[in-house]
């Protein structure tokens, strides 16, 4: 027998989760100089998420399980069970947990090996880790993947960004937040979804965000915007050009929440007006790699995605990396 060869690619199940413990800017406030209003003009944060770090107990145990409280692991499972929930989906109908973060809870193993686990996936587990541009390599990848055979893919972008922050570096510590996004990617008969996408490093830009091992994050926070809204713009135009679409054929962006006035900013450039970019900033901070996922599931969620659609993926991180892609929204249905 022949086996035929699917390219078609669709997301069938969605979900999200985040750590039930939200700091404020004015608590943020309380571990340096800085204030409420600072912070909301800079960044368009107003409160995040977190698992860890000076506002929440530290866990009995200082080795937790691997997929133990707090851990990227652990978000990473509840996002993916809520999207296979969505899917009508059980962990054993999934060939693959693809776990975007740059967050993962420990060197070996990797992330998605205990997601698998929590899941019962068997047919494989992989890390991917390109900084905020993760989710968006993780669509092309899990895309590339179901080209060549696998069925069903669990992809998720996952973090708790809580345990690289350097929480008395007040250039940067206000700005991140933990948290999980999740789809369920499967193949279709029907036409594809992924119509164009643009991957990129600039690898000579290391130095501008990073975080050694046991250390916290280090950021040259002007420079990595600067360079963010450049990158942004000119991979999203890529993809655009090899999808054959305008941006006018765009119904929603879907851009990596760092700063809402780099988000604006690309936003503007591109020419796309304010009513058609999902963001979720404002409550989650930056969450790195589940930051594109949790703005999507948002918009899902609120009505904003309608069968047809053309979606506008983008991000930029640490790297540096970009990437962005145009996925046409198929509905739930493989
Ligand atoms: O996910 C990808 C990775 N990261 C990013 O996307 C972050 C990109 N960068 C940014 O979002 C912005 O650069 C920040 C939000 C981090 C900072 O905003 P900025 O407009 O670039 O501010 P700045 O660093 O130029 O600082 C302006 C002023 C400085 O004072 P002077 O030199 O003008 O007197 C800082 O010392 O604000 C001061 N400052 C603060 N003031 C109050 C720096 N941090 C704070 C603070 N509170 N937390």
């Known amino acids: 027998m022949a086996a035929q060869l699917v390219t078609g690619v669709t997301i ?11 700091v404020t800017n004015e608590e943020i406030a309380t571990l340096f100089d800085t204030s409420d209003e600072w912070i ?26 691997l997929s133990g409280l707090g851990t990227t692991g652990t978000l990473a499972a509840r996002a993916a069970r809520e999207a296979l929930q969505v899917a009508g989906l059980e962990g054993t109908d999934v060939d693959m947990v693809v776990l975007c973060t740059t967050t993962a809870d420990q ?100 130095d501008l965000l990073y975080a050694h091992h046991g250390s916290g994050m280090a950021m040259r926070g002007k420079e990595v915007f ?17 999808a054959k679409l305008d941006v006018d054929d765009v119904a929603l962006f879907v851009p990596h929440q760092a700063n809402i006035r780099i988000m604006d900013a690309v936003a503007a450039r591109l020419g796309l007006p304010q009513e058609k970019v999902a ?18 599931v948002d918009a899902i969620r609120a009505g904003r995605v309608s069968e047809g659609d053309h979606l506008l993926l983008a991000g930029f991180g640490a790297g540096m990396t970009w990437a962005s892609a145009v996925w046409r929204w198929q509905g739930n249905r493989p």
């Open 40 to 65: 909301v003009e800079r960044s368009g944060i107003h409160t995040r998420h977190v698992a860890t770090g000076p506002f929440v107990d530290p866990p009995a145990d200082p080795h937790p399980p």
């Open 107 to 206: 060197l070996i193993p990797a992330s998605s090996a205990s997601v698998a686990a929590e899941l019962g996936v068997t047919g494989g587990a992989m890390d991917i880790n390109a900084a905020c541009a993760g989710f968006t390599y993780g669509i092309v990848t899990a895309s590339g993947l179901i080209a060549a055979g696998a069925r069903r893919i669990v992809l998720i972008g996952a973090e708790t960004l809580s345990r690289a922050t350097n929480w008395s570096d007040r250039t940067n510590a206000f700005l991140f937040g933990d948290g999980a996004g999740a789809v369920v990617v499967e193949a279709t008969p029907s036409d594809g979804s992924l119509l164009g996408w643009d991957l990129g490093v600039d690898g000579s830009l290391v």
């Open 279 to 296: 963001s979720v900033i404002g409550s989650t901070g930056n969450t790195s790699s589940a930051s594109i996922p949790l703005a999507l």
């Open 226 to 242: 600067r360079r963010a809204v450049t990158a942004t713009v000119a991979s999203a135009r890529a993809s655009l050009e090899r």
């Open 12 to 22: 069938t199940g969605w979900g999200s989760a985040l750590p039930e413990r939200t």
